[in-house]
T-cell receptor, first 113, second 117 residues
Framework: GENVEQHPSTLSVQEGDSAVIKCTYS??????FPWYKQELGKGPQLIID?????GEKKDQRIAVTLNKTAKHFSLHITETQPEDSAVYFC????????????FGTGTSLTVIP | GAVVSQHPSWVICKSGTSVKIECRSL??????MFWYRQFPKQSLMLMAT?????????EQGVEKDKFLINHASLTLSTLTVTSAHPEDSSFYIC?????????????FGPGTRLTVL
């Protein structure tokens, strides 16, 4: 089955700096890659996603890049703000398993004011 | 956007009792709903996939007789934790897939914190 790895597990950055979180996946058939932000005690919220026919997608301060050949994708947050502090999860969706989501292990991001 | 609600948001129960958690899609119809379990500082683990009008598909290692799932309508799925024990204490999250949407999107609920004493 699909295996998604996520790094780093924790990340601290100064306010205004950029943060990058990386994920790799194992099954080349996976074709949809969402990123979720989860605040303490709440459910995950979709912040950005990318399909396998696209290499990069940007939404204001957030961007995602996908390298299908290397089977890795990354989340980039620029001009970080304290409210960006949360746990971020990547996921891969595989059509061979009914588009089930396989989640990474999460990255706890802390933005220091 | 598509909104998914869960009820209750938190519940505390005694060991041996059963607890029901509801997952509702508020402004859309969902053919498929998913139930996840999340332990502190860990990732989301899929427990089961629930399709309206049919039996749920459970992931390996998840006891179907302990975690009863009912998806009776296109807007409601329920998870019942039967004879709950302290090790069942966890954060339970549901998600829903739109009936008429793309087949890879999931919309997540806010989660239910279950504490078994």
């Amino acid at each position: 089955g699909e295996n998604v790895e996520q790094h780093p597990s924790t990340l601290s950055v100064q306010e205004g700096d950029s943060a990058v979180i990386k994920c790799t996946y194992s099954d080349s058939a996976s074709n949809y890659f969402p990123w979720y932000k989860q605040e303490l005690g709440k459910g995950p919220q979709l912040i950005i996603d990318i399909r396998s026919n696209v290499g990069e997608k940007k939404d204001q301060r957030i961007a995602v890049t996908l390298n299908k050949t290397a089977k890795h994708f990354s989340l980039h947050i620029t001009e970080t703000q304290p409210e960006d502090s949360a746990v971020y999860f990547c996921a891969a969706s595989n059509p061979n398993t009914g588009n089930q989501f396989y989640f990474g292990t999460g990255t706890s991001l802390t933005v220091i004011p | 956007g598509a909104v998914v609600s869960q009820h209750p948001s938190w519940v505390i129960c005694k060991s041996g009792t059963s607890v029901k958690i509801e997952c509702r899609s508020l402004d859309f119809q969902a053919t498929t709903m998913f139930w996840y379990r999340q332990f502190p500082k860990q990732s989301l683990m899929l427990m089961a996939t629930s399709n309206e009008g049919s039996k749920a598909t459970y992931e390996q290692g998840v006891e179907k007789d302990k975690f009863l799932i009912n998806h009776a309508s296109l807007t409601l799925s329920t998870l019942t934790v039967t004879s709950a024990h302290p090790e069942d204490s966890s954060f339970y999250i549901c998600s829903a897939r739109l009936l008429a949407g793309v087949d890879y999107e999931q919309f997540f609920g806010p989660g239910t914190r279950l504490t078994v004493l």
